[in-house]
């Protein structure tokens, strides 16, 4: 299994940035898929995760109303769309499977930079 994030960047305070996360190797539609995240120095973060169908969505209470996850199982793809980014967005940006309860598969992660 592989999971290829993409799409970070350094942005300002207010921008937006989309993060695309790339699967292959499993059956993508039979795995829910999450963003973590971790600033230095902080414990991992759960930002966002979706099922199979992309019905039930969660989020982070630190993301809710700003960032927005999505997926394409005709493209085995993941998005995190993040709106109104604030300096503590801060961080590098982790896709992963999601099986039941568990996080299996962990993608490399992408940079987002926010400054003010």
């Known amino acids: 299994v592989q999971l290829q994030a993409s799409g970070g960047g350094l942005v300002q305070a207010g921008d937006s940035l989309r993060l695309s996360c790339a699967a292959s190797?499993?059956?993508?539609?039979?795995?829910?898929m999450a963003w973590f995240r971790q600033a230095p120095g902080k414990e991992r973060e759960f930002v966002a995760s979706?099922?199979?169908?992309?019905?039930?969505?969660k989020y982070g209470d630190s993301v809710k109303g700003r960032f927005t996850i999505s997926r394409d199982n005709a493209e085995n793809m993941v998005y995190l769309r993040m709106d109104s980014l604030k300096p503590e967005d801060t961080a590098i940006y982790y896709c992963?499977?999601?099986?039941?309860?568990?996080?299996?598969?962990w993608g490399q992660g992408t940079q987002v930079t926010v400054f003010s």
């Open positions: 979706i099922s199979t169908s992309g019905n039930t969505i």
């Open positions: 992963a499977t999601k099986w039941g309860s568990t996080y299996p598969n």
């Open positions: 190797g499993l059956t993508f539609r039979n795995y829910g």
